[in-house]
């Protein structure tokens, strides 16, 4: 049986691979990459509204990114040579 933290990383890993398939819906819909982000950081703000303050989701998002900066910063590509 999954431990706790086993089940979580289960439900997270779902919802990733949904969010990626979303990702992939909306490339089809629209190529500009501001509206894409700003869809995806409209829809982390319907996700709370009227449950918490804007600035408190604005602060959970700022979080989750220092969380996954530093996992995406190791995977940058190498500066382009001129």
């Known amino acids: 049986m999954s431990t706790p933290t086993d089940a979580n990383f ?16 909306m490339k089809a819909v629209s190529p500009k990459k501001t509206d894409i982000e700003l869809a995806l950081l409209v829809a ?5 509204k009227g449950l918490i303050p804007a600035e408190t989701i604005g602060a959970i998002v ?18 382009a040579a001129n």
Not at 44 to 48: G, N, R, S
Request: no cysteine; charged share 25%; proline share 10%.
């Open 10 to 25: 289960q439900d997270y890993k779902r919802a990733e691979k949904k969010a990626l398939e979303l990702l992939a819906a």
């Open 44 to 48: 982390i703000f319907e996700l709370h």
């Open 62 to 79: 700022q979080g989750h990114l220092k969380t996954l900066l530093p996992f995406y910063a190791a995977k940058a590509p190498p500066p």
